[in-house]
């Protein structure tokens, strides 16, 4: 056995699987305790090491793979996933800039690629994206048009909710997820009191678009899992088989009748 | 060839398709930073012209498209959709109204008449909603009586949400939404301590309807797409032959056995 | 023809059957007038008129029901449905009472029962509700469980929310509804932090219980309309009559074998 | 019959466990009346006598079930359910901790071991969390990543939001149900423009994976349940069954006529 084979064989065992997986969860709670002034004061230290230590053992574990595995390393989108993850880890130490030492938590994404069930559910909603590209294209155009159409008409009378293209696009999201429209839209009924007209063709026309959205995941999903349907189809083929084989006899019997039916008149 | 055949061999070229699309794209993003003060300052000049030169572009592919298919033109309901877009684009040049100014982004929704993916999901919506007549219209009757029932119990107490009955179809629209809904009926319970039940009654049954209305889509949907469904026929059908074999066989064999059942006495 | 069957003609006529209905939105729509203030001072006194003869159409059309069906008449319930609400109807012109008077209203339902599809979908939606009992009953106990819990332990804290029980049940319905369910909880956190396990736990457990309401609705909805399924029986049938014609002439033939073979010995 | 056939015997009469049902909810109410200071100061003995006495029957009850079925009582879950509520029941009457006075009301809960419907709705509401557990748990992961992060940003710019990691939580679970979240992120904002990322893609990602939870849930319920897609299998079987039939009477044929084959030389 080389040493590669050899590394491969202690990665695929499942107690060091598991010791992984231990190593990211308690590094995800570490990374959660040290938002704690409290915890930080009296355990910052142990906080810190253990903080260094998971991250070794990560890098550690991605050289690992990469050596066990080589070029068949890069083929799976997941080794990336951890490899950027890892590297993204080991550049906030350089820097002190406060986004990237928040984004260090994001190391716990790494749960995902080491549980299997996980993988598979993350695998399932990223297949769901594609078929639902068109109805998300529309809904993003939808809210396009009616930002601009909101900046045109309400920028000036609610300037704190309408005078940027950009501030518009935050609150027709806002409206969109139905927070407060209430609100927004008696704002501007204030000044323009036809203004509901806007609002509540906007509201009826995204949530309709959103629900054929959510229709279009389900209907998908239901077609993509269904193992009723799948199960049937070999019921058929047995069927399908058994009569092959009721042809075949019959073949054969005919076959033996005209036989015997060529025979016969030199027989008799 | 013609110059209508030529015609229409350039607009059903791909390349030309495209551009009209990016065209489109273009012209939504200009349209949209107009709305920037900072940026209609510095480059307002620009963005203008760009808009009147892509609305040149579409009222020449639109008169090319109407040259190139004639009568034709008019049976496809997307063409009256970019006719119409075209057309109210034009008018507000001449107009200085700020609501039709505002209206003029609603040219991005050429978008979708020009992607064909787009254009079968506006379709699959826009067939939808003939099946669900009825619930809408039961859901908008309840809402009317709800409507009416609330300005002539509530419209003394609360005048800011139920004086006029335009206004108490606007407040029950967004209680059905589910926004804020609460402080609207506490309002009004503080005068009369027993219009819980109607608020109650009304988001239950508003809410039922809906999710009825829902259901509709949601199995229209299904029946629809299910290809699974119609996949078996296809097996089942196979069967169908083979069986149908097997009968013609056994009608042969019984023939022949009739035969010579027929035959076999004055032979032996 | 008896005048029964005549006034029974009339009834069935289309022509008197969409008149009804235009009556029954006339009426609506002058219900809905008679909120205005200002309609009531230009034209309160035709609005009136119109709403008496509203009332003594449908009841003259329901008398001719009841004359031209007799016991007839009681078996359908949408006919009880009309008769409730004509009584309704002549009650409050004895009575000021302003709650029946806005009541009045509710003679628009007439039109679910004068139009087939409406009242198709009602029926629709009232057959949903025997199938859900269980788990409305659930949810049911659920918020009255939750109420009375948080009667007693928020009750002095928050007294605007959760002194008595009838305010804890409209409270907890409005946070099932998910409105404004982040201040309530904040209000009582300020008092007792540890309130979010009382609140987090009721809204996952009610979530989840109207969830599974929810697609009760949609299973049923599901298992009675499917008409792919129904379908395919039938193919299957056709797979089994020829299967069984298959097996009739298999039996033929071995009868024939038989009755050769017993003749056989005999004849050579 | 022995004396624990006899009280089995009166524990399955249906009247016995209709009354059991009665006190039950007697009990819910009685406990819900004790809420009010006015019904408490007119009635509170009579209450209270009510309370002592229902928890004696269900002791009762619950002794007289054990006596009967010994050791298979402890196999039924739900009579697990019963022993707890009924055990906690005795607890509180010992010491007077308001908590465990309020948590007196979940004896109400035995409403669903007692009525089977209920017991089987809640069975399948239970039956469906272990086919979620990876949802539930990418989500979890993804609250309690984005709460980390937030604390870390936010935590001192808006404290009384996001100042420890157990508030960021709750915030974020209040953002996810939709509750206010525009106020929230508005507030943020205000001293970190770039903050609508963080909320708007924390509000796609959790919506989106709750709504593929959803989804799993539905597709769960309508592989248990549908009925439609299980009587077809056995259409199937009749065919499978009959083409056997056919099959079996052929090998008879084929049997026969070599065996008069082989006979036929000699004869001949």
Not at 29 to 40: D, F, K, P, V
Not at 111 to 138: F, Q, T, Y
Not at 182 to 199: D, T
Not at 200 to 218: E, G, Q, W
């Amino acid at each position: 056995m080389s040493g590669q084979e050899r590394v491969r064989a202690v990665l695929e065992n499942r107690l060091v699987q598991r010791a992984v997986i231990l190593v990211i969860v308690v590094n995800a709670i570490t990374i959660g305790c040290e938002t704690s002034a409290y915890l930080m004061e009296r355990a910052g230290g142990l906080l810190h090491a253990i903080d260094r230590v998971a991250l070794a053992i990560f890098t550690v574990e991605l050289a690992a793979r990469l050596y066990a595995y080589r070029t068949a390393f890069f083929r799976d989108p997941w080794n990336w996933f951890d490899a950027v993850i890892v590297a993204v880890a080991l550049i906030p130490a350089s820097g002190p800039t406060s986004v990237l030492r928040a984004l260090r938590i994001l190391r716990a994404l790494r749960l995902v690629s080491a549980v299997p069930s996980m993988r598979r559910v993350v695998g399932a909603l990223l297949a769901a994206v594609p078929g639902m590209a068109s109805i998300i294209g529309l809904l993003v155009l939808m809210i396009y048009i009616a930002a601009v159409i909101a900046t045109k008409l309400f920028g000036e009378i609610v300037p704190e909710r309408f005078d940027e293209l950009p501030r518009s696009l935050f609150t027709l999201f806002q409206i969109m997820t139905g927070d407060d429209w209430g609100n927004v839209a008696q704002e501007v009924m204030e000044h323009k009191p036809w203004a509901w007209i806007f609002f509540i063709v906007y509201i009826l026309m995204s949530t309709f678009v959103a629900l054929n959205l959510f229709i279009a995941v389900v209907v998908n999903a239901m077609n993509d899992v269904d193992p009723a349907e799948t199960s049937e189809p070999t019921e058929l083929a047995a069927v399908k088989q058994e009569l092959a084989a009721v042809n075949a006899k019959l073949d054969r019997l005919l076959m033996r009748e005209r036989q015997e039916e060529l025979r016969s008149p030199a027989d008799r």
